[in-house]
């Protein structure tokens, strides 16, 4: 997919910035950052000669590019805290390329390979991050599609999109198809055009959380190309 030529071991960031009120989702309050000890303050406890900043962030878990894990959906589920690393970190992973397409069916996987593989979703949508554009109409894919990955044995499902459902109703059968059979999910993700279609390794790490069920990431890929 990417017009560039890849190195192994090449890192590819796959995640959004976060900041001080940054709209991931309509209706969710945004991050609010700032300073609980500022290096000015600190001088009152250090000196001159040694300044700290301490930062206080206070956000919804779903900011970001974020990791969905089955507590989200499920009270029953795995929670951030419960999931094991080998879902986590250094994933097999393939792109499938639908840019610009809306609704995602199932043509576009069949035939592909994706048993303990993490399925990178590139929609091109990424490109209307940080917009009014971004949060209505956006690409999804289809619950077909959810259960198609799930038989087929995929461990991890992202998208570059705002969510992975169609969200002009209330319904979320991908969310509860994926997450119930404990593949994860990770949204809002980026730079997807930037990797090749397969040859390459996913990590998606959040913090090691009970009782949350989703949280941001530092989601990126390896080239392993041979």
């Known amino acids: 997919m990417s017009n560039t030529t890849l190195k192994t071991n090449e890192l590819i960031d796959l995640s959004h910035r976060i900041f001080d009120g940054l709209i991931t989702y309509k209706g969710l309050p945004p991050p609010i950052m700032c300073d609980y000890l ?14 700290v900043q301490i930062g ?3 956000m919804v ?3 970001g590019t974020y990791l969905d894990s089955p507590f989200h959906f499920d009270p029953q589920g795995d929670d ?3 999931l094991a690393l080998e879902l986590l970190a250094d994933l097999p992973a393939v792109v499938v390329n639908v840019k610009d397409q809306i609704e995602i069916g199932i043509d576009n996987f069949k035939g592909l390979d994706v048993a303990g593989k993490a399925v990178l979703i590139y929609t091109n949508w990424s490109q209307h991050w ?5 949060f209505e109409n956006h690409a999804f894919i289809t619950e077909q599609v959810a259960i198609w990955l799930v038989d ?4 991890l499902v992202g998208i570059d999109t705002h969510n992975i459902d169609d969200t002009r109703g209330m319904l979320r059968p991908v969310h509860k198809h ?4 404990n593949v994860l999910i990770v ?9 090749p279609s397969s040859g390459f390794r996913f990590f998606a790490v959040p913090p090691k959380i009970t009782g949350v069920g989703t949280f941001p990431v530092r989601a990126f890929a390896k080239i392993a190309l041979s």
Do not use: F
Request: aromatic share 6%; no cysteine; proline share 0%.
């Open 80 to 82: 951030l805290g419960d």
């Open 61 to 63: 878990s779903n900011t």
């Open 130 to 134: 940080n917009t009014e554009h971004y």
């Open 38 to 51: 500022s290096r000015e303050k600190s001088k009152e406890i250090y000196g001159d000669d040694y300044q």
């Open 56 to 58: 206080k962030i206070e």
């Open 152 to 155: 087929n044995g995929a461990k």
């Open 178 to 181: 994926l997450l119930g059979n």
């Open 187 to 195: 949204e809002h993700m980026t730079n997807l055009d930037q990797l």
